[in-house]
């Protein structure tokens, strides 16, 4: 575990990371825990006097049945006459009936938006509730403002079967382990989808709280392929168990 016990905290360790000049556009792709990120670290800023949006690119739980914890929800373009206040927190997106979820605004309007939040958090990607996500061509939709790429996989995942716990992958007979999440963080299609060197890149092994030690050790010799920052980690417990 790192020694650092400023660096064992998640949230203050991200702010240094993906937060320059208080300004930020964050996409967070995945599975694994991408709403946890949205609504937990959203929190921490909006604590720290941040004003922050929180959006989709792609689908998002609808505000009307699960708590985002912000101070205001806009579900039409009227978010454009809004301006925040400094320490608050803004769901942006558009409601879809017939599915029951919020759906990505206008590209061009949340374009406008950040120039008046000071961190705009994006989900951007669509696991269907599985720890982990292999991409297609389509996804994952990231922004052109997008400054951070924030990318997420669930360690639960670990000795269970790639069918049961990877979207977006459908062979049978396949276990995840260390090779698997080598995989994982090596392919374009993995978690490396959408991160470019111009972007601040984060890798987030999430679940670090219910896996076995050796499981984290394992983890920790995973080497990166692009420029970026790798953590094992638990959103629930705001702490960081090794740095990659």
């Given amino acids: 575990m790192i020694k650092s016990g400023m660096a064992e905290k998640l949230w203050e360790t991200l702010e240094s990371i993906l937060i320059e000049d208080k300004k930020g556009f964050i996409s967070v792709t995945g599975g694994g825990g991408k709403t946890t990120f949205l609504v937990s670290f959203s929190s921490y800023l909006k604590n720290k006097g941040y004003s922050v949006l929180i959006t989709t690119s792609t689908k998002l739980a609808s505000p009307y049945s699960f708590n985002y914890n912000t101070d205001r929800v806009f579900l039409s373009p009227q978010i454009i006459s809004y301006w925040p206040r400094r320490g608050e927190s803004v769901f942006y997106g558009r409601y879809d009936e017939a599915i029951g979820k919020t759906i990505a605004p206008s590209e061009y309007i949340v374009s406008l938006l950040y120039e008046r939040y000071d961190v705009v958090i994006v989900e951007a990607d669509g696991s269907r509730r599985l720890p982990l996500k292999i991409h297609t061509e389509r996804d994952p939709v990231i922004w052109p403002p997008t400054t951070s790429v924030v990318s997420i996989a669930g360690l639960w995942a670990y000795g269970k079967r790639v069918e049961d716990t990877v979207f977006g992958d459908d062979r049978t007979g396949i276990y995840v382990d260390k090779s698997y999440f080598d995989y994982l963080s090596s392919t374009p299609q993995g978690m490396r989808k959408g991160m470019k060197r111009d972007t601040k890149n984060v890798f987030l092994f999430n679940g670090g709280d ?34 990659l």
Avoid: C
Wanted: glycine share 6%.
């Fill in 210 to 243: 219910v896996v076995e030690d050796r499981v984290r050790e394992e983890i920790k010799s995973i080497r990166l392929p692009i420029q970026g920052r790798g953590f094992i980690v638990s959103l629930n417990e705001d702490k960081i168990y090794e740095s």
